[in-house]
């Protein structure tokens, strides 16, 4: 039974699963059926917090009696149960936490949230806004178990730090361990690993990155030039408000590790949302031209555009493709109403150009002054059939997600 949950999980291992070979050297993990999640409750929980470098719990509502949610809840703690497997040489404890049975630990621990996991490292409680799957969630703890502090010792790391351009990066030059650095590496705990810190001690990395002794660099998303913190030394704080200040970049990718996050951190009730596949031709130039726009921009609190490539979530590509009316082939950029996937979007289909870099941000002004909006259709008798002006194709029923009868049992 348990296998074959597991053989769903992941399309990779359904391939396996049917077409099974003799070679070694690729083999997917499957469940071996060892009970690893632990069953937290008020007697072991202070125990499971000393004796694991992370302890990871899952914030869980009653074991519900439909069946089909029983095999969801499965399904969940499944998950789990392989990334526990997969991680077993890690001094990682993974565990469920009922939130009506286990009230009082889930107080205790101040978990709030049910259906989200939470890990505990050392005295900070991190949350996981992503994707539960086993991959996405292998990779989140790996990143929790490093320090949250890399250092930059020489010119090829250096390379390295340069090319990543989709995350946010700050980055300080200090005297050595017994320095400010103290502050900034105490600042960078409460932000691991959604945000990255770096450091140096080289004076030549600091001279290539312009770096004062003591300053500290914020590098949003695809920017060119990074923006000094102000004042020198700076203390945690210093660092902790600037970083909650500007974290919310003019142009983010959307990604598994923290995807409710991002989607919770809405504008006013809406996204700007642009879909883009960075491996096609149409796609790299539109976002080429979508990082112009959001360099033009940066210095606009209001503006934040949230970009999805495709490529990245597999299993969420038809549903977006079907809520939003959408041919995800081709680059595409719309305002979602995050109440109610109510969305409308620019039209791109009749030229073979895609849009100037004006174009683009005559259309976000409107979109940001409300002359672009999901609402003004709506009023239309009944609603239903009426296409939107930025919708190329009308031949779909409804335009209104909530028309979609998704019943799921
Ligand atoms: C989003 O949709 C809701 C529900 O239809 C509506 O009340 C709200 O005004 C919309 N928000 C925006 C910003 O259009």
């Not at 069953?39 to 914030?59: G, I, P, T, W």
């Not at 890690?90 to 259906?115: C, N, P, T, W, Y």
């Not at 502050?183 to 990155?209: G, M, N």
């Not at 020198?232 to 990604?255: C, G, W, Y």
Request: aromatic content about 12%; proline content about 5%; hydrophobic content about 35%.
């Amino acid at each position: 039974m348990h296998q074959i949950w597991l053989s769903l999980l992941s399309g990779l291992c359904l391939r396996l699963f049917f077409f099974c070979c003799a070679e070694e050297g690729l083999e997917f993990p499957n469940f071996d059926g060892k009970d690893r999640v632990l069953d937290v409750n008020e007697r072991n929980y202070k125990k499971a917090l000393k004796r694991y470098d992370l302890l990871c719990l899952f914030y869980h509502e009653p074991l519900p009696a439909n069946k089909g949610l029983q095999k969801r809840f499965q399904m969940t703690e499944l998950v789990l149960e392989l990334t526990a497997q997969v991680l077993e040489n890690k001094d990682i404890g993974f565990g469920m936490v009922d939130s009506q049975k286990d009230a009082k630990v889930a107080r205790k621990l101040g978990l709030e949230e049910v259906g989200s996991l939470y890990v505990f490292k050392d005295d900070r409680v991190i949350e996981f806004d992503g994707e539960l799957s086993a991959d996405t969630l292998v990779e989140f703890l790996l990143d929790v178990l490093e320090d949250p502090v890399e250092m930059l010792n020489n010119a090829m790391e250096l390379r390295a730090f340069e090319r990543m351009e989709e995350d946010i990066r700050l980055i300080g030059y200090f005297k050595g361990e017994d320095s400010y650095y103290k502050a900034f590496q105490e600042a960078s705990e409460r932000f691991q690993p959604y945000i990255k810190f770096f450091a140096t001690f080289d004076k030549s990395v600091a001279k290539h990155l312009s770096l004062k002794m003591n300053e500290v660099n914020f590098y949003e998303p695809f920017m060119e030039e990074p923006a000094i913190l102000p004042g020198r030394p700076l203390s945690e704080m210093d660092i902790v408000e600037f970083v909650n200040q500007h974290r919310r970049a003019t142009l983010r990718k959307l990604r598994a590790e923290n995807m409710f996050e991002t989607w919770e951190d809405d504008m006013d009730g809406i996204h700007i949302v642009a879909f883009a596949e960075e491996e096609d031709p149409d796609g790299y130039e539109f976002l080429e031209i979508l990082k112009d726009v959001a360099r033009d921009n940066t210095n606009n609190p209001e503006l934040s555009i949230v970009w999805i490539d495709p490529d990245d979530f597999p299993l969420l590509t038809t549903y977006w493709e079907k809520t939003f009316k959408l041919d995800l082939f081709r680059p595409q950029i719309g305002v979602v109403n995050v109440t109610d996937a109510d969305s409308v979007w620019l039209d791109m289909s009749n030229d073979e150009d895609l849009p100037t870099p004006e174009e683009l941000e005559d259309w976000i002004e409107d979109v940001l002054s409300g002359r672009v909006n999901t609402e003004d259709d709506d009023e239309s008798a009944d609603d239903q059939d009426s296409p939107d002006s930025y919708v190329p194709e009308d031949s779909y029923e409804s335009h209104d997600p909530d028309e979609e009868d998704d019943s799921d049992d």
